[in-house]
Every structure is written in C-alpha cells, then in structure tokens.
C-alpha cells in the first residue's frame, strides 16, 4: 500500500516498522534509480543506513518485521545487516552504553522527556546481560543470524552461552521450572507492541532447511479434534528445531552453559525426538560438568514405548562414561608435556626455589559425582520394575575410591531390598558385593546389624567390621594415654635438672617448681583417667551390644538346621535303640521292664 501510495504521489512515512516491507515490494518492482532518481529503494535504503542501523532498538524492529518476509528480506541482505549491526552494539562495552533497551527502568512517557534527562537516565552502567531480554524476542533464524554476527566479532562465551540460556527458556517454556517463569517474563520489551505478535505469525522453520512456512494459530475448517491434533504436531516440530539450532549454537567452552540446563535440554531433547547428534552432543557437553548437576535435573523419565521403567539409566550411563573418560583424558594430558630437557613445570619449580603448583581438584569432582550417582540409585531403586542387573552396573560404574562413605550406597541397597521383596537369596548377596563395610559409619552399621532384608553373611561381615573398629579404638587410645605419661615424666625430669646459669637455686625456689609439676602431673592424670572412663563405659556398652547381636544370629542359625537334625533323625534314633534292646541279656530286659511299668507313655511313643 505504501508503494502505491508513492506512485500516486501521496508521500508515506518512514518507520522502523515498514522499511522492510518498502524494500522488498520496492526491489520486486524494480523501482530503483536506474528508472527515476529518488525512487522508493533509494529512500528506503538511505533510511535503512542513517536511522537503523544506527539505532539499537529501530534494528531489533526491522529484524522482527523481515520474518514475515523471509526469504526475501534473506535475499536482499536485510537480515544480514541487521544483525551485523545488532551484534556490533551487543560486544560494545557496557560502560558505553547511551542507547534504550528492555531491561532499563524508563518511564512510559519517554518521547516526552528532553534529550537531557534521557543521558541522565541512561548514564547508569548496564549490566552484561543488558541485550538478552531484546533479542529474546527474535525468531529462531534471525537470533541465529545475530549469534553468527556475535560469535565473529569474538564475544566471550560466558556471555554466549547466557544469552542463549535464556532465549531457550523463553522459547522452550517446558525447559523452566515453574518458580522461574513468572520471574522470567514478567517485564517485556517497550516496543514489542510496534510489531505485530512475532511469535505467533512467524515461521517455526528456517528456508535454510526447506521447511515450509505455517502458522500455528491458523485453524482449517473441519474437526477439531483433528485441528488440534495438526496444531500439536505443528508445535512440535516448531519446538524440535528451535531446540537442535540452539544445540548447534552452543559454544565450545566447557562452562559457558550450566550442568543444570544441558540435562533439562537433554530432557527436552528425549521428550521432542531430537535427532542422534543432537542428544549425543548435549549428553556429552552435560558429562563434562556432572558434578555441577543436582538430582532433579538428572531424573530423565523414560519416554520409549516399548520401555517399562520409570527413569531412563541409560542415559545416566552414558553421562557417567563421559565424565570418567574427560577425567582420564585429563589426568594423562596433566602427566605427558613436559620441557626439552625432560622434566615438567613442577619439577623445575621445586629446583628454582618456587613453590610448586598443585594438581587440578579431579578427587573432588568425582567424589561430587559419587554423591550424585548415590542420590540417583536411592530415587530409581523406587521403580518395582527396575532389573537388579541395570542398578548393580549403574552403582559399579565409578572407580574404586571415589566414595569416601558408602552409606549413600546403602541406602540405596536398602530401598531397592524393601521394594523388591521377592529376590532370592542369592540376588541379595550378588547386591550387597557392592558395598564396602569398612566405609559404612556408625550409624549405617548398627542400621545394617538389625536389617532383616539383609543376607545373614553380609550382617556378620558388618559385625567383624566394628568388631576391629572398636579394637583400633582401644589401641590408639592406650596409646595416646602412654604417651601423655611419658611427656609428662619429661617435663618433670626436666624441671629437675639445674641449668648452667643457675647452678644452686634457693631451697624456697625448688619447692615451689617441684609444687607445681606436682600439680600438673595430678591435673593430666586426672584427666586421662576421666576420659578413659568414658571411653571404657562406651565400649563396654558397644561390646554388649555387639555379643547380643552375634547370640542373636546364633539363634537364628540353629534355628536355621534342616529337617534331618529335627525329626528324621530323632526317629531313626528311636528305631535304633528299639532294635538294641531286642538283642540284650535277661537282667537289661528286666529293667526294661521296669522302665516299661513306671512310664507307660514313653513305651507306647516308642512302639508307635
């Protein structure tokens, strides 16, 4: 309309808004100053360059109006330019920032307001992030646009991977928890409403892959059952792009994203049927930084459907396997460079007198991992479903020494014993081989020693165990108090001896020092002996517990026997003496007889 308007001669404004259009119609037509100077395109591309591209806002504008004319805003380089220039303002330093933008606090009225107040206002320092919330609001292809533009003037990845962060939890809402959303979205930008509903009418597909242009509010005359079916498809497939261009758009840099958003990408990727790539990229950018995830970001449900599980393991598996090959392949990198002359940094450090550098914390990341893996075993041993083989291989998958403590293990050992009560006997010992009884604490200990879901040998083992703790116990405190004495019949043999300097002390002297290492050798042995009563009260207490338990399974062992030990062979012993007592003379059968006669109860069990 504007176009025809200015063949008639009726003269149109100019807006951030219509540019686009005017270019695009105006180069359709061929209406450029070959034909006629001050034709349309030459007015809207000396408007383009003077007012848009000089403005922060005006190219935000005109990159939300060229998706709905793509691909010949793509054509015409529009998009290009604008994002050249967007990303141009986005590296600036933001001591440098004199522009409006979405997240700063400016009153509605600001055409109102003089250019003076508008520098005062904005004389503040804005923040890193100042640009995320503007470009947020970018479809898919051109924020990739402005990302490409981002990436070559050299942004630093942090910041990257912040921004696209947050333009996946704007795009993808199922990626943000719902304590987040509404602090997320609450301010919108001052100019969304210039353009109309970007979101709504604008292409889910990029013409770089040949999809096809569709709009998601637009409803087909027909059922509409089968209308909101296509809808969710539609949005579907929308959401799966969306989802693998931000994956390709990820920096490489290990930490430019956080663990916690690579596993609810991950988690979105399962649930949309991302391709392989895609999931396998996202599960090893996330193995690189497990031990910064949390528990709830790592319970995947199973999304397959010919899957009975509630949580998918192996995708946990495989996340597990990267972070352990990452640590391997650091750990031997760490050891290889080394300098001409065949020693490495350290060595040289120690040689020239400089302190040497410690090695980079991988203990620490593991044992974070460890703790991880141990609250994941605890959550999935719920699944009544879960096979014992998955759980054992899942506990197995971590290094010995990685647990400093077992007791998460345990627990989770227990829980699966209490929701798979029909195992055998031989299951719960194949379980059990993977918990170590020397790294179980006090309290998992006398837990473990009264658990009846437990195998009756993994319970002893338990019991040994404490046994020799209590043992070491005693040891080191014997030996401690051996010590204290002998320090101090140092210090009192020391006290005693003269020095050079003062070779005849008064006897006034004397007596007082020998007073006072009289007084302490009696404060220190009291104190021992306070403290030894103590510790002996509480082994003696432990000691009695541990032989009530070991009487108690003693119990239940011979409880235990087997039918030959209980009837079958007291019968057999019956006949046996029934059949003796045939063979023998006159003078036993006359007692037997008298046996007989005086308890004619027991002659009469015995004949039955």
């Not at 929701?419 to 200990?445: F, Q, V, W, Y």
């Not at 051996?482 to 101090?488: M, Q, V």
């Not at 005693?496 to 007073?515: C, F, I, V, W």
């Not at 239940?556 to 003379?585: E, V």
Request: net charge neutral; proline share 4%.
């Amino acid at each position: 309309m504007q176009v025809v308007k200015f063949c008639y001669g009726i003269v149109e404004e100019l807006t951030p808004t219509n540019v686009a259009t005017i270019l695009c119609v105006g180069e359709y037509l061929e209406m450029a100053e070959a034909f006629e100077e001050g034709n349309v395109v030459s007015k809207a591309e000396d408007y383009l360059n003077i007012v848009i591209l000089n403005s922060w806002q005006e190219s935000i504008i005109v990159l939300q109006s060229c998706e709905l004319l793509l691909p010949w805003a793509a054509d015409m380089n529009l998009v290009r330019r604008c994002a050249e220039s967007v990303a141009e303002k986005a590296c600036t330093d933001p001591r440098g920032v004199r522009w409006h933008y979405s997240g700063m606090e400016m009153s509605s009225t600001i055409s109102t307001v003089s250019t003076v107040t508008l520098e005062r206002s904005v004389a503040k320092v804005a923040p890193q992030d100042w640009w995320y919330e503007d470009l947020s609001h970018l479809t898919i292809y051109c924020f990739s646009e402005v990302v490409e533009a981002i990436k070559q003037k050299g942004m630093d990845p942090d910041l990257l991977g912040g921004a696209l962060e947050y333009y996946a939890q704007r795009w993808l809402p199922g990626l943000v928890k719902a304590e987040q959303q509404t602090l997320l979205f609450k301010g919108t930008s001052t100019y969304s409403d210039s353009v109309a509903s970007t979101r709504r009418n604008s292409p889910a597909s990029s013409p770089r892959r040949g999809g096809s242009y569709y709009n998601c509010s637009t409803k087909s005359i027909g059922d509409d059952g089968q209308t909101k079916l296509h809808e969710s498809i539609a949005e579907q497939n929308g959401n799966r792009f969306i989802l693998e261009e931000i994956v390709s758009m990820l920096p490489m840099k290990k930490d430019a994203v956080s663990c916690s958003f690579l596993l609810r990408m991950t988690r979105a990727a399962y649930i949309l049927n991302c391709d392989i790539e895609c999931k396998a990229d996202l599960e090893r950018r996330a193995g690189l930084q497990l031990d910064q995830g949390s528990l709830s970001d790592l319970l995947v449900p199973c999304f397959s459907h010919t899957s009975e599980y509630l949580y998918d393991i192996d995708i946990v598996r495989r996340i597990l396997d990267h972070f352990l090959a990452n640590e391997l392949n650091d750990k031997s990198i760490s050891g290889s460079p080394k300098s001409c002359s065949g020693e490495n940094k350290s060595t040289r450090n120690i040689r020239d007198g400089l302190p040497a550098k410690k090695p980079q914390p991988a203990l620490n990341s593991r044992i974070k991992v460890a703790k991880l893996i141990d609250s994941y075993l605890a959550e999935v041993a719920r699944d009544s479903k879960l096979p014992l083989a998955k759980f054992q291989l899942l506990a197995e998958a971590l290094p010995e020494g990685s647990r400093l403590s077992d007791d998460g293990l345990y627990r989770a050992v227990d829980t699966y014993l209490k929701i798979h009560p029909t195992m055998t006997e031989h299951e719960r010992k194949r379980l059990c081989r993977i918990l170590n009884c020397h790294r179980l604490s006090l309290d998992a200990c006398t837990h473990a020693s009264q658990n009846e879901r437990l195998p009756l040998r993994f319970v002893v083992q338990v019991l040994f165990c404490e046994q020799l703790k209590i043992r070491s116990t005693v040891t080191e405190v014997s030996n401690s108090v051996k010590e204290d004495r002998a320090n101090a019949d140092n210090v009192s043999v020391a006290s005693r001896e003269p020095t050079g300097a003062d070779s005849q002390p008064t006897a006034s002297t004397s007596a007082e020092l020998q007073e006072n290492v009289n007084q302490m050798e009696i404060r220190a042995l009291q104190r021992e002996l306070a403290t030894m009563r103590v510790k002996c009260i509480d082994l003696e207490r432990d000691h009695s517990t541990i032989q009530d338990r070991v009487e108690q399974i003693s119990r239940m062992s011979r409880g235990r026997s087997s039918p030959w030990t209980s009837g079958a062979w007291k019968k057999i012993s019956k006949l046996q003496l029934f059949n003796l007592k045939d063979h023998k003379d006159g003078g036993d059968s006359i007692r037997t007889d008298e046996s007989r006669s005086s308890n004619p109860r027991r002659w009469r069990n015995s004949i039955s």
